[in-house]
Nanobody, 122 residues
């Protein structure tokens, strides 16, 4: 069982930056690929970024490529997502999730956090 707790969300102006963190419980964090997903009001949850268990491979949605960076610190059991050049359309609840590989589909993930709100004002 893995428990995930996100933090770092908040209100930021367009063009600003935020760094999300997701802390995981358990001793086997290094075996998990991690992902970030987001859900905007009235929309379905969508893939944002993913990272392999070792941290050596990453994947991004086209909408965030070049602006968001996912990273993983296995020593701290934490995955991060640095979000730069934020846009109002990035406003959503952001969720981290864990799986046994690198993955971009929601059904491939076994564990989910409770989410953290990111609001970007124009």
């Amino acid at each position: 069982q893995v428990q995930l707790v996100e933090s770092g969300g908040g209100l930021v102006q367009a063009g600003g930056s935020l760094r999300l963190s997701c802390a995981a419980s358990g001793r086997t964090f290094s075996r998990y690929g991690m992902g970030w997903f987001r859900q905007a009001p009235g929309k379905e949850r969508e893939f944002v970024a993913a990272i392999s268990p070792s941290g050596g491979i990453t994947r991004y949605a086209d909408s965030v490529k070049g602006r968001f960076t996912i990273s993983k610190d296995n020593a701290k059991n934490t995955v991060y997502m640095q979000m730069n050049s934020l846009k109002p359309e990035d406003t959503a609840v952001y969720y981290c999730a864990a799986t046994g590989k690198i993955a971009t589909k929601q059904y491939e993930y076994d564990y989910w956090g409770q989410g953290t709100q990111v609001t970007v004002s124009s």
